[in-house]
Structures are given as structure tokens and as C-alpha cells.
């Protein structure tokens, strides 16, 4: 019988937090954005009341920080533990819930209202995007919300992986509705002409 090829080791795979502990540690994250983006800032600025959030794979967790000075209960969460320390030192002296767990398996207390997304698609290898899916379904409430930002374009070498807009469509069309799918005018490098603000809502 022919042997399984090796698999690469934990810092290649990026679905292993080692792969992210490394960029963290080695401080290459040319994803972070330093701030948050304007469409973010703006929706939750015409949201009333605020609802309960979650921010799966937060990283450095500044939409975190702006939540909860905002007065919203959020949970950042992130498997890789050197993410969780930049979060910390981000969200020193703030009410965030941050929580280092994998966004498949960790065991919410609640579902949720509200999930933000940023650049945690896109860090997933497309073999994962089926059980994301499901994922943000079972974590909403019905009538809560999928909001952020979508990296749409062709880019299978990731990550950031790129998805096609059919594909996100016919991933989320099962249990959302879109609402909402506007451009960016303020992507940092990485994402800029490929992303997409899109709000969709859990039947
Ligand atoms: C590209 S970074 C984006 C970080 C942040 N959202 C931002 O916009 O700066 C992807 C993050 O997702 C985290 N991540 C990847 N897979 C995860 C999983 N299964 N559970 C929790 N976090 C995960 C990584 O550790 C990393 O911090």
C-alpha cells in the first residue's frame, strides 16, 4: 500500500493555530487594519439597541475594543493563543468576553445577534468553508445577523482565500437573506478592490 504523503508541518497549515502563533509572534499581520473599517463604524452607529456579538478568529480585536466602548456586549474569540495576547493588550480595561477556543468546537453560552466578520473566511481553507457556514447558522438567533467584510475575488493560494461571489451566495443562501452588499473605499492593501461590506440575516 502506497504510504500518505507527509502532512506539512502545524505553522504551514493555516488551519492550526501554530500557522497564526508564528505571524503573530514574528509580528508579520499585513491583515490588521490598526483601526475599524468605516462601514463597520457606521452600521453599528445606526443599530438600536445594541445586540449581543460575537467576533470569531478576532485577532488584534480593535472592532472588539470599539464595541464594547460602544456599550455592546461582545466575545471576541481566537484559537491561536498569541492572537489572544495582542487581543489582551488591545482591549486592556475594556468588558470584552475574549475567549481563546476554536470557532468549530468552543461552547457558547448563548447564541448570538450579531456576528462580524473580517478576514476570518478568507483565513480558512476552502475544505472548511461549508462547516463556517453552518457554523455562523447555529450560532445566530433567528433574525440575528451576519455582518462584515468578504474577500471576493478568484485567489485559491491563501491565505487570504479568496471566494467567488456564487460560491459565498450558495454557501450562506440555505439559512440567510442578503441584505446588504456594498463597496469598500477604505481596504488596507491586501484587500483593496476585493472586498465587499455585505450584511446577510438568519431565517
Ligand atoms: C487573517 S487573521 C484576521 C484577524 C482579525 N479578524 C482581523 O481582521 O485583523 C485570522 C484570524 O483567525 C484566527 N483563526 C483561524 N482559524 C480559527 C478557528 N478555527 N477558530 C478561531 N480562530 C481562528 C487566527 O488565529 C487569526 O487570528
Not at 107 to 132: G, H, M, S, V
Not at 139 to 158: D, H, I, T, V
Request: net charge negative.
Amino acid at each position: 500500500m502506497p504510504s500518505a504523503p507527509p502532512s506539512k508541518p502545524p505553522e504551514q497549515r493555516p488551519e492550526h493555530p501554530d500557522f497564526w502563533c508564528k505571524r503573530f509572534g514574528e509580528g508579520c499581520t499585513p491583515w490588521d487594519a490598526g483601526r475599524v473599517p468605516n462601514a463597520f463604524a457606521a452600521f453599528v452607529a445606526s443599530q438600536q439597541p445594541a445586540v449581543n456579538t460575537l467576533i470569531p478568529g478576532c485577532g488584534s480585536a480593535w472592532e472588539a475594543a470599539f464595541l464594547a466602548e460602544s456599550g455592546w456586549p461582545v466575545t471576541a474569540l481566537d484559537f491561536s493563543p498569541q492572537a489572544v495576547a495582542s487581543a489582551r493588550q488591545v482591549l486592556a480595561g475594556t468588558a470584552v468576553d475574549l475567549v481563546c477556543a476554536d470557532f468549530f468546537t468552543f461552547e457558547p453560552r448563548q447564541t448570538y445577534r450579531l456576528i462580524y466578520e473580517r478576514a476570518f473566511l478568507c483565513a480558512l481553507p476552502r475544505q472548511l468553508w461549508a462547516d463556517w457556514a453552518r457554523r455562523v447558522a447555529e450560532l445566530l438567533s433567528p433574525g440575528g445577523r451576519l455582518a462584515g467584510f468578504f474577500f471576493l475575488c478568484e485567489q485559491p493560494k491563501g491565505p487570504p482565500f479568496g471566494i467567488r461571489p456564487e460560491q459565498l451566495d450558495e454557501l450562506l443562501a440555505p439559512n440567510f437573506e442578503r441584505l446588504e452588499d456594498a463597496a469598500v473605499d477604505d481596504s488596507i492593501q491586501v484587500f483593496a478592490g476585493r472586498e465587499r461590506w455585505q450584511v446577510w440575516r438568519r431565517r
